[in-house]
């Protein structure tokens, strides 16, 4: 299969290439030729599969013909050795769990598979990769844990000191193997200047092999998919879905994981509405409503993941739907939530159906509560476990009522390892060639 950029000022390229570099040559997203649209009976039995199975079949309509099947399945079953179970809280609302992974966020998903799918074409290569990604927080684990004991790749995490909470920096100094943590001493700003950087370096691209594992990569974004035709597949086991249609509910930012959703619609997949929820970074919801697209600088939210100004994935969206404003606010709605909103979301679910979200699935619990009508079922993206963000889910529901999962308690016992660095780009230069 070949990929086309969004911005359609270069010929499209093969999959070994997209994965590689994540970008196109003229900055556009990376999109695929054709979408395969499953039979009709696919979606009749598919409650009998696994959700491995599943999602390898996903995979096959997307990868199919690039990579042999017993590769790709591997790929698949190697990604997803956690579950994306659906909980029911409320007589109509389900939270589709994306937290069982490694590092608790749904991020897992995507980070996993490209590591795996990067390995896949690394095979039989001399070579090794250098991954480099700057991190605020959340992608530094993601993308560690992902690629950690991966072959033939090596990743540096680069990390601003001292901002960082201290749940999310054990997530990646205390791996070891390949993972390198970076502690820069600077802003996140100086850690991603850093990484662009070095990736305009021809010295470092002579000898060294450098890629990125930006979010916006479609062996990142793709993967993420599979759990909306398992959550489908899910419901319609436990009986969920019985005369009615599915609404599903995305807390977004970048809006990559709405927009893997959207290619599972066009996939056949039978959802009958998306909802996408935002915090005070209302850019998508205000383009659904008037049909402008104004980004702007972004700012803090309790939902810090979902804090973007200028989502990139929203490229995607326009190209998928012909640029029509009709077409895209007729698929999706939107709805938007302020700091205090999050608090009252959280606090009212906890009392009143005892099921803890965490900031980010709030948004996503509350604009189904607010969009469904009779006749119809929701699940909302839960996308992260309530103890990634402790401090503030407990400021709400009061302290000790925030289990800490085993998973991260035992990253908390590892040793801390990483390497100091200044915000200078020739230091950097010089650790990375030695
Ligand atoms: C990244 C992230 C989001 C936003 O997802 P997008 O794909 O960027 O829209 C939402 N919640 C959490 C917890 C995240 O880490």
Known sequence: MKYYSTNKKVKPVGLEEVVVKGLAADKGLFMPEKIIPFEPSFFKNIQKLSFQEIAFEVARKFFGEDVENEKLKKVVFDTLQFDCPVVQVTKDIWSLELFHGPTLAFKDVGARFMARLLQYFLAGQQRQVNVLVATSGDTGSAVANGFLGVEGIHVFVLYPKGKVSPIQEVQFTTLGQNITALEVDGTFDDCQHLVKTAFLDEELNQKLQLTSANSINVARFLPQAFYYFNAYARLKEQGALAGKK????????????????????????????????????????????????????????????????????????????????????????????????????VLEAYQKHN?????????????????????????????????????????????????????????????????????????FKAFLLK
């Open 355 to 427: 099921y803890l979200l965490d900031p980010h699935g709030a948004c996503g619990y509350q604009a189904l509560n607010e969009y469904l009508s009779e006749g119809e079922v929701g699940v909302f993206l839960e996308t992260a476990h309530p103890a990634k963000f402790t401090d503030i889910v407990e400021s709400i529901v009061g302290k000790s009522h925030v289990p800490l999962p085993d998973k991260l308690a035992a990253f908390m016992k590892g040793e801390k390892k990483r390497a100091a660095i200044g915000k200078d780009f020739e230091e």
């Open 246 to 345: 599915l609404v599903v509910s995305v807390p977004s930012g970048n809006f990559g994981n709405l927009t893997a959703g959207l290619f599972g619609h066009q996939m056949g997949l039978p959802i009958h509405q998306f909802v996408a929820a935002n915090n005070a970074n209302d850019i998508v919801y205000e383009f659904l409503k008037t049909g402008n697209y104004n980004p702007r600088p972004s700012v803090e939210t309790l939902a810090n993941a979902m804090d973007v100004g200028d989502p990139s994935n929203f490229a995607r969206i326009m190209d998928l739907y012909g640029h029509s404003h009709e077409r895209i606010s007729s698929i999706m709605k939107g709805y938007r939530y302020s700091d205090k909103d999050i608090r009252e979301i």
